[in-house]
């Protein structure tokens, strides 16, 4: 509770009423800590004279930074928590904070406009407002949890966190997924290992002096890739001081991801030698070589007639082909690839700042594409080429579950495509790995591995 010069609104409120209406001197604060405190419902404490306050002119509301600190000012709190059922509210419900609810649907508006909402999406967001605040007294915070309750209701949650994003009177309380994640799928860990384990995820997840906090996505895989070797040892070990190097040596030697394994085990053991819970790091020195590289290869005539097939059948997917198939482009790139890096006019493409020339093929999916989305989401202001129903109002790029779903009626991945383009360049221009590196934003290895591919085709051939 809010205190003014070291005194908190209830303790006045006590001195008050023991001074009694008729006293005209200075009320002694000191009167409430001396004969106790009476509570208060909320609302139910008024003024003995006068009338009662007028609501206020719509005219005279405060705009959202001034409703923002009348709102921090002092929150009433609640004796206890009790769940909130919207289900069955209506928004035609009387408003128990008008106030706040003419602010969120002003906001509504605004991001409605810069996020290209359509009319049907608006009309659900400000419906779900005046819900929320037809069950939220004036001061009373808005739970997260409660917000996500409104798709019973028919109405976007998502949308309405956004409104609400950034406001003093939001409470976040979801989840936390990668705690839940570590609940479900490192429950069999000892106690000992599992504090071990949560301090490297602690590390991970904020950071330290010397570490910068990581992505969701990358916890995860990490978590992912220890998961196996935490599995077969918990049932020997106590603590992860016991490993030892010949330990992690002999359990790396068969895995067929061993590279990425083991650079997720040298993260896990440095963060605890680093934080003192372990004696020694079992993982200084220890070199593994490259996993088993496979043999890129060409596609067939079959495939290449049946990929063009499919690919006439969706204007999205045809885009994804000629990206993948054409320019090379991996899937992290096409998902991320966005309108102001495709010039159509002077026929080039620039993703991720490698400025290549843009062929007829890919410049007219590109355009037939850009005509569908106009037709779909007419409104949208998403920044990104590719667009789904989930993303069109936000500004977001679609997500990895999309683009495998979109791609699944392909004969083949996309890897393959773009493994034959790299094929396709690579006998064309002798096999030069310089070149490939340059067009392709290749690595070395990965460069020798396509011009390998090629010289050994060759040999057989000759």
Not at 85 to 97: N, Q
Not at 193 to 208: F, K, M, P, Q, Y
Not at 273 to 288: C, D, Q, S, T, Y
Not at 384 to 403: D, E, K, M, P, Y
């Given at each position: ?400 579950f999309w683009l495998d779903r979109l791609v699944n009626r392909l004969p083949v991945s996309l890897d393959r495509l773009r493994q034959d383009r790299i094929l396709e360049e690579a006998a064309a221009t002798g096999a030069d790995p310089l070149h490939l590196a340059h067009v392709f934003a290749l690595s070395a290895k990965a460069s020798l591995r396509y011009t390998t591919a090629v010289a050994e085709s060759v040999a057989e051939q000759t």
């Amino acid at each position: 509770m809010a205190a003014q010069d070291g005194v908190c609104r209830l303790c006045r409120r006590q001195a008050t009423l023991i001074a009694g209406p008729d006293n005209k001197t200075r009320v002694d604060l000191t009167a409430a800590a001396r004969t106790g405190h009476q509570l208060f419902i909320v609302g139910t404490l008024r003024p003995r004279g006068g009338p009662r306050p007028r609501p206020e002119h719509p005219a005279d509301r405060p705009p959202d930074h001034l409703l923002h600190s009348a709102r921090s000012r002092w929150r009433q709190l609640p004796l206890f928590e009790m769940a909130r059922d919207l289900r069955g509210v209506s928004s035609m419900a009387p408003l128990l904070d008008p106030e706040l609810a003419a602010v969120l649907e002003a906001r509504a508006g605004r991001i409605a406009e810069l996020r290209g909402w359509p009319p049907r999406t608006l009309g659900s967001v400000r419906r779900g407002i005046r819900i929320l605040c037809s069950v939220h007294a004036v001061g009373e915070p808005i739970r997260a949890s409660t917000i996500a309750q409104l798709t019973h209701n028919a109405v976007p949650s998502n949308h309405v966190l956004e409104v609400f994003e950034d406001l003093d009177v939001l409470l976040d309380d979801r989840p936390d997924t990668v705690q839940a994640w570590c609940d479900t799928r490192l429950e069999f860990l000892a106690a000992g290992i599992r504090a071990e384990v949560d301090a490297w995820i602690a590390i991970l997840r904020n950071g330290s002096r010397r570490r910068r906090p990581r992505a969701r996505s990358t916890v995860i895989t990490q978590l992912r890739l220890v998961q196996p070797f935490l599995r077969e040892r918990t049932a020997a070990y106590t603590t992860l001081r016991q490993v030892t190097r010949d330990d992690i040596t002999s359990w790396l030697s068969d895995r067929p991801n061993r590279v990425h394994e083991a650079s997720a085990l040298r993260s896990l053991f440095g963060v605890l030698k680093k934080e003192r819970l372990v004696f020694a790091n079992p993982m200084r020195g220890v070199r593994i070589s490259g996993n088993q590289v496979s043999v890129p290869v060409q596609l067939t005539g079959l495939e290449v007639d049946a990929v063009a097939t499919a690919a006439e059948q969706d204007p999205a997917l045809r885009v994804v082909v000629a990206l993948a198939g054409i320019h090379a482009l991996p899937a992290r790139r096409i998902r991320a690839l966005q309108l102001d890096q495709v010039d159509l006019p002077g026929h080039r493409l620039d993703p991720a700042g490698s400025n290549r020339p843009l062929d007829d093929y890919t410049a007219e999916a590109i355009t037939d594409y850009l005509a569908h989305r106009r037709r779909r989401w007419p409104n949208s202001t998403n920044p990104h080429l590719l667009v789904s129903r989930n993303t069109a109002t936000t500004t977001t790029a679609v997500g990895t579950f999309w683009l495998d779903r979109l791609v699944n009626r392909l004969p083949v991945s996309l890897d393959r495509l773009r493994q034959d383009r790299i094929l396709e360049e690579a006998a064309a221009t002798g096999a030069d790995p310089l070149h490939l590196a340059h067009v392709f934003a290749l690595s070395a290895k990965a460069s020798l591995r396509y011009t390998t591919a090629v010289a050994e085709s060759v040999a057989e051939q000759t």
